[in-house]
């Protein structure tokens, strides 16, 4: 009984963390050159020097998210309104000598 128990929790904590966004990003980035990662953010990423054998390669994404009403399922006089935000997503990859990616970051962000 134990034994199953101890498999149904280690199942559920793999299965949650290879959904997440870093592990996708490691999965479908590492090895990629700068070529690929333009490609498919469809932008040209900003290029940091870090060292003479490491750079950093960020792609940025902002969007405003307006105010909405937000249903409470009653009626009421006056209705809660959630506040405009501004959403910006922070793609961050680091390249190593050859060009290829060697470690990726995400960075989610709201600022009202």
């Given at each position: 009984m134990k034994t199953t128990r101890y498999f149904i929790i280690v199942t559920i904590l793999l299965s949650?963390?290879?959904?997440?966004?870093?592990s996708k990003l490691n999965h479908q980035f590492i090895?990629?050159?700068?070529?690929?990662?333009d490609e498919y953010f469809e932008q040209t990423g900003i290029v940091v020097p870090i060292s003479e054998e490491r750079q950093m390669v960020v792609y940025t994404?902002?969007?405003?998210l307006?105010?909405?009403?937000?249903?409470?399922?009653?009626?009421t006089l006056d209705p809660m309104v959630s506040p405009s935000v501004q959403k910006t997503q922070k793609f961050t990859f680091y390249l190593?000598?050859?060009g290829k990616v060697t470690e990726c970051?995400?960075?989610?962000?709201?600022?009202?």
């Open positions: 949650v963390l290879s959904c997440s966004v870093q090895g990629q050159d700068k070529k690929a990662l994404y902002s969007k405003a307006p105010s909405i009403t937000v249903n409470k399922g009653v009626t190593d000598k050859n970051k995400y960075d989610l962000s709201y600022q009202q």
